[in-house]
């Protein structure tokens, strides 16, 4: 609930200060080199010819300013070290001039050829420097301009902060999980890993930018922050320096003006080096002469330091160095180098200025991303309404489905949307997100089921029959039909569905039609159950269910990975296709072969990814006990030439998709096996998700480590942090890989404890049970049911 609410405020702050932070981050990045820039587009202005010329001596210089703006009034007079860079002049306001920000009225500074005295023309630029100054500052827009700013200030901060917990990794102590930038993602994926991703690289600039750039937004922030540092607030009033009965005006133009030169040297006998400095002439008769000036390499362009000379001695009154403050005065004199990134040099102020040109794009992926969310809630609430997933109505149908490799899950949304078009309002869960007590106040079930292996139920579902026991006992109210899903080779057909059908009827809930059982796809039986919903909803319900269309692909190569190997050859087939093919790790691919004057499809765990830019599966070749060929692995392996044009489907399998986060993932798997596995690591290091552990067993090290080199790869570049491996033929003793999982007991508790996910492809004769009953005696009954219930136990094994 917090995390959800947390979530709300980062979007909706998002949407609104991110507009306003999208133009004070351009303007800021355009700021980030202004001297530079007008430097290099003044050339004669901004940088002067030295050519062996003599420098005028400071009274010279304000003499002959004072002679060509003889109605003008000189406060300061700045000196640079760099003797191709200008003298300037700062002039004190003229009579009736406007007061600007913050009330005070404001002189003009002139730039001044230090050679000859002459008032050189006015940068080209300064004028859209100083409307980006504005922009940045309040937005061109006064006091409301200003607020506006602040406030959206506070809300970079915040953005801050709620991005760091939003997207806190599983694994925080991985660098990469926080920082490693997935190029290949594509659509909201790519968007969100932008967003999150760019962000946490920049999270410590746009918190440094954000907290000093308050600074000059709220006045009650920057007496805030003088107060923890210790240094007393500049005085924003008129200049109140010291008076000293009977001692001369020391100014241009005055009687004394020699005395400028004697105040100099007296500023060189206390500083001998400088890289600029700037005297501010006395504005009344015995005010202090103060001399600001910065070393010959300053920390930062406000690292400066301040020497005051007594009017008429000259005596040093005080002398403040930047280098002898404390940590808290110097932040506070570096408040703008901090903000700008120059505090730390040229890489700083390179990194500042990229996060400020960059402020846009997390707007921009913001509003997408708001966008495309907003766009899905839409549909999902058109879905939902056209389902009718009301609470309330005794004609609202429930769709569950129990699903291992995705087949049930298609055709239960499949007959959603069948009887929406016929009117009914429908709603669909996963059958194990119900229970005893929802099923009392369900009044039509359909139930869509698969049975597993042996009749067993799919993974996500096993602990639906247990949890009956835990509610009322009568469910008289609720009539059901159910659409078994099995394959008659295995002894308990439609087991699972066939066991549901039994609980529901002994508590009391009555079939609205009888059970229909599908064997393999048969497209008559999922006629049968389309004529039962027609009945159903009294009109005529249309829709596809033969699944997704055959294509053709081309068998383009075909090599044998284990020749020697004491087990049955294994192939690795590689097909490619001239259409669009797309699917996930964890998908399976339907082939289509004739075989016996039939037509036969037998099913292959996809090893690759659609990145790869081909289709690879391993199939080991069968030989019947008559010593005839199986009729997948014969064809595929031994009588199709290469080139040959091969019936293939893609069926999505969601349940053995990778898990979306990066939690850790356990991978079990034998023999073929080792081919969904592959496909699952080959997905996971894309997305840089590195705690993956493999453990495998086939019959022979030397002859069956398949992607034995390629696995190797993946676990020298961390993205298998470990491979435990069982070939039972190469020593006296068997050894299999649920012998493997036994020995690491501890292990496996902590990996699972940590959030982990097993997933297990291969042998459902041997290896998966094994490796189950291992699951079992560690985590008990409830914890492996719990665990599959999850979604963190799923398996692909045949």
Not at 129 to 152: D, N
Not at 481 to 493: K, N, Q, T
Not at 592 to 602: E, F, H, I
Not at 610 to 618: A, I, K, M, V, Y
């Amino acid at each position: 609930m917090f995390k959800n609410a947390i979530f709300q405020l980062h979007w909706f702050f998002g949407i609104t200060a991110g507009l306003v932070l999208a133009a004070v981050g351009v303007t800021g990045a355009l700021l980030s080199f202004q001297q530079p820039l007008l430097k290099a587009f003044n050339p004669g202005v901004l940088s002067v010819r030295a050519d062996g010329r003599t420098v005028l001596t400071p009274e010279e210089l304000l003499a002959r300013v004072q002679a060509a703006q003889p109605k003008r009034k000189p406060v300061s007079l700045s000196l640079s070290g760099d003797p191709s860079e200008p003298a300037k002049v700062g002039f004190a306001p003229e009579p009736g001039a406007k007061p600007g920000p913050g009330g005070r009225r404001r002189g003009e500074s002139r730039y001044v050829d230090p050679y000859d005295g002459r008032l050189l023309a006015k940068p080209r630029g300064e004028g859209f420097f100083r409307t980006s100054m504005q922009i940045h500052r309040w937005l061109a827009a006064g006091e409301v301009g200003k607020q506006i700013v602040g406030a959206s200030t506070v809300a970079l901060v915040f953005f801050c902060l709620s991005g760091l917990y939003l997207r806190w990794p599983r694994r925080w102590l991985d660098w990469r999980a926080w920082l490693r930038l997935d190029w290949a993602q594509k659509g909201r994926s790519f968007l969100w890993h932008l967003h999150a991703v760019l962000g946490t690289w920049l999270l410590a600039a746009y918190l440094l930018m954000s907290l000093t750039g308050l600074y000059w937004s709220y006045d009650w922030y920057r007496d805030g922050l003088y107060t923890l540092t210790g240094k007393p607030a500049p005085d924003e009033g008129p200049r109140r320096g010291g008076q000293a009965a009977g001692v001369p005006n020391v100014s241009a133009g005055s009687s004394s003006a020699a005395s400028v030169a004697e105040a100099f040297r007296a500023f060189h006998a206390a500083v001998p080096s400088y890289a600029n400095v700037t005297l501010r002439l006395p504005e009344k008769p015995g005010q202090t002469l103060e001399f600001s000036y910065q070393d010959p390499e300053p920390a930062h362009e406000r690292a400066n330091n301040r020497l005051e000379l007594a009017a008429g001695t000259l005596a040093v009154v005080t002398h403040e160095r930047y280098a002898d403050k404390p940590i808290g005065q110097k932040l506070m004199a570096g408040i703008l180098p901090l903000h700008s990134g120059s505090f730390f040099g040229l890489p700083g102020l390179v990194l500042f200025m990229l996060a400020s040109l960059l402020m846009p794009l997390f707007t921009v992926t913001g509003w997408l991303l708001y966008l495309d969310r907003r766009r899905k809630k839409r549909a999902a609430r058109a879905a939902a309404a056209a389902v009718g997933d009301e609470a309330e109505g005794d004609d609202a149908l429930l769709i569950a489905y129990a699903s291992q490799t995705g087949t049930a899950e298609r055709l239960a949304w499949q007959s959603a949307a069948a009887l929406r078009a016929a009117g009914q309002r429908v709603r669909v869960r996963p059958l194990a997100a119900l229970d005893a007590t929802m099923l009392s106040n369900t009044r039509r079930l359909l139930l869509v089921a698969s049975t597993f292996g042996e009749g067993e139920a799919p993974d996500a579902a096993r602990a639906f029959l247990p949890n009956l026991t835990g509610g009322p006992a009568s469910l008289a109210a609720l009539r059901f039909g159910i659409l078994a899903l099995g394959d008659r080779h295995y002894a308990e057909f439609c087991g699972f569905a066939r066991a549901i059908e039994i609980r529901l009827r002994r508590q009391g809930a009555h079939a609205l039609f009888d059970t229909i059982e599908v064997d393999d796809g048969d497209p008559l039986a999922l006629q049968a159950w389309q004529e039962r919903l027609s009945v159903l909803c009294g009109t005529r319900v249309h829709g596809d269910w033969s699944g997704p269309a055959f294509a053709s692909w081309r068998l383009v190569e075909r090599v044998c990975l284990n020749p020697g190997s004491p087990g049955a050859p294994v192939y690795r087939i590689v097909l490619r296709t001239e259409e669009h093919a797309d699917w996930q790790a964890g998908d399976i691919a339907e082939i289509r072969l004739p075989a016996a004057g039939q037509t036969v499809v037998r099913e292959y765990s996809i090893a690759s990814l659609p990145q790869d830019g081909r289709l690879e599966l391993l199939v080991r070749l069968v030989r019947k006990h008559d010593g005839t060929l199986g009729a997948g692995s014969g064809a595929l392996c031994q009588r199709m030439p290469i080139g040959s044009a091969i019936a293939l489907r893609i069926r999505s399998n969601p349940g053995f998709h990778a898990p979306a986060d990066d939690r850790p993932l356990i991978l079990v798997g034998n023999g073929t096996g080792i081919a969904g596995l592959r496909a699952l690591l080959k997905a996971r290091a894309r997305a840089g998700r590195r705690r993956n552990w493999l453990l495998f067993g086939e019959r022979s090290a030397a002859h069956d480590f398949h992607f034995d080199a390629e696995l190797r790869a993946l676990q020298a570049d961390g993205f298998l942090e470990r491979i435990d491996l069982a070939f039972s033929r190469d020593q006296p003793e068997r050894l299999y890989v649920q012998s493997l999982l036994a020995a690491e007991t501890q292990r496996l508790r902590a990996w699972i404890d940590e959030g982990a996910a097993v997933y297990v492809c291969g042998s459902l004769d041997g290896m998966a049970p094994g490796v189950e009953a291992v699951l079992r005696a560690e985590l008990g009954t409830d914890g492996l049911e719990r665990l599959a219930a999850e979604g963190r136990y799923r398996r692909d094994v045949y």
